[in-house]
């Protein structure tokens, strides 16, 4: 049988990374698919700069439409980013019967509901495993491996460059911006960095996460977006003292009341495993009625990681190019016709435990208000310590983790805190989860 040929949108790392392993492996994946794959045509923006693949044999062009209207192709790997061209082109290749495999979270994510519904009625095939988690085939764990279960919850380490960064922060003292530039150096980082540091492309991970889990739309404009960026060293710090670590979680969790989503700095238990997932790892805990908690962990960015997640879904794409399109796994886990509208809970809904770190006036009688402002709200505190003012300064710094309560007493609580006399400046809250098996 002839080898398939397939177009790549974009030369940079993940697309690099992508045709090297294509060509590296093409013998073996050849006998894993049943037929050859071949990168025919490529684009990228500029044609003289220097690649990290082997570009001889591919045609190559500055205008991505040529790739996807090029007839010859019949899978379209997009590997440029962003969600407005990609998009374009995304839907264009779909309107000419091309397949898709992208690594694009923000255009799933934002878009993933109308490209699905293209491709559905094209009877093509859009596969985005390496759009979460990099390398980390979850995607396909959730959908395929654990499709007997209800889902529970799932919280996850999904974005590489802010979890490079803490660690970096923790372990070396190294300083935040010294840091992200080598996450970007190391084509870890998004075009926009912000995205990572700010949390945003974590929220579009987990959307599409939630999505897989729960069989519900993708909805990411529903999703809490907390960065990492007002992360202190002496956060980090405390929290170890008191048996933590901080990490940047993805948590969506099914209640009664709807669904929570949300990203955010987090205190996680050290001895849990997923507490000690450094650098640009990724780790995503998914726990299922049926299997109880499964852990999956692998580099979550890179050039040849994130390709492996790529030239997976080629290889899927290669393999089903004959079936039935009704028979395909559906895109979303679910049937298209079966997805539930369980609502996405507000962040002020949301029950979790907290840390609060605040500065406090070394007087009599400050803890015993804080701690009344808490219980007025019942909020029950699980421990607290007091660091002894520095020799220039009046002020102490108290830490107290908290039970569970709703975010939306907390908010009350520490609005009531903030304006006592005694605390000085904003109170600062990390939620903690304890991602234990219940
Ligand atoms: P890069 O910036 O390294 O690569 C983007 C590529 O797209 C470049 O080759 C660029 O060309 C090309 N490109 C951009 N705009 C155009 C255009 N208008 N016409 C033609 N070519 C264009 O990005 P990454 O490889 O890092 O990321 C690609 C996608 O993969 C993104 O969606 C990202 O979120 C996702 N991803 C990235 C991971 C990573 O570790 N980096 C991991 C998982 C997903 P040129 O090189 O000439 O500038
Ligand atoms: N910028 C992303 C990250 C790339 O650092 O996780 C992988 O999706």
């Known amino acids: 049988m002839d080898p398939v040929k397939v177009g790549v949108l974009g030369l940079g790392t993940v697309g690099g990374g992508t045709v090297n392993v294509l060509q590296r492996n093409a013998e073996e994946i050849a006998r894993r698919a049943g037929r050859g794959i071949v990168v025919s045509h490529a684009a990228a923006r500029d044609l003289n700069k220097p690649r990290i693949c082997d570009t001889s044999g591919i045609q190559l062009t500055t205008d991505p439409v040529d790739v996807v209207n090029d007839p010859d192709i019949a899978i379209v790997i997009e590997l440029i980013g962003g969600d407005k061209l990609a998009y374009e082109l995304v839907m264009k290749a779909i309107e000419n019967g091309k397949h898709i495999v992208t690594a694009n979270k923000a255009l799933i994510a934002k878009h993933g509901n109308e490209i699905f519904s293209a491709a559905q009625d094209r009877g093509v095939i859009v596969a985005f495993e390496a759009a979460v988690a990099g390398g980390i085939p979850v995607i396909k764990a959730i959908r395929e491996g654990l499709a007997g279960n209800q889902i529970e919850w799932l919280a996850g380490i999904i974005n590489g460059t802010g979890n490079f960064i803490l660690t970096e922060m923790r372990d070396k003292g190294r300083d935040f911006d010294d840091v992200l530039k080598e996450a970007q150096a190391l084509g870890y980082a998004e075009a926009d960095p912000t995205f990572d540091v700010e949390g945003i492309d974590a929220a579009h991970k987990l959307t599409i996460l939630a999505s897989i889990a729960f069989g519900i739309p993708l909805q990411f404009d529903a999703a809490y977006t907390e960065g990492i960026t007002r992360i202190t060293r002496e956060d980090v710090t405390y929290a170890e003292e008191l048996g933590y670590r901080i990490k940047h979680l993805g948590v969506t969790r099914r209640t009664d009341r709807g669904v929570e989503l949300r990203v955010h700095p987090t205190l996680i238990p050290e001895r849990r495993l997923i507490a000690n997932v450094d650098g640009v790892m990724n780790a995503v805990l998914v726990k299922g009625d049926a299997v109880g908690p499964t852990l999956y962990y692998g580099a979550g960015a890179g050039d040849e990681p994130t390709a492996s997640a790529v030239v997976a879904d080629v290889v899927d794409v290669v393999r089903v190019l004959t079936s039935d399109p009704e028979n395909r796994v559906p895109h979303l886990a679910f049937q298209p016709d079966s ?57 102490a710094v108290v830490i107290l983790l908290t039970h569970e309560v709703l975010e939306q007493q907390m908010d009350e609580a520490i609005e009531q805190i903030e304006a006592l006399a005694t605390i000085s400046g904003h109170v600062t809250r990390i939620r903690m989860e304890r991602l234990d098996a219940s």
């Open 339 to 395: 997805l539930s509208d369980l609502p996405i809970l507000t962040m002020s809904e949301v029950e979790t435990s907290y840390y609060l770190r605040m500065q406090a006036k070394d007087e009599p009688g400050v803890l015993a208000d804080v701690t009344r402002i808490l219980g007025d709200k019942g909020i029950s505190i699980e421990a607290i310590i007091q660091k002894e003012p520095a020799d220039d300064s009046s002020e």
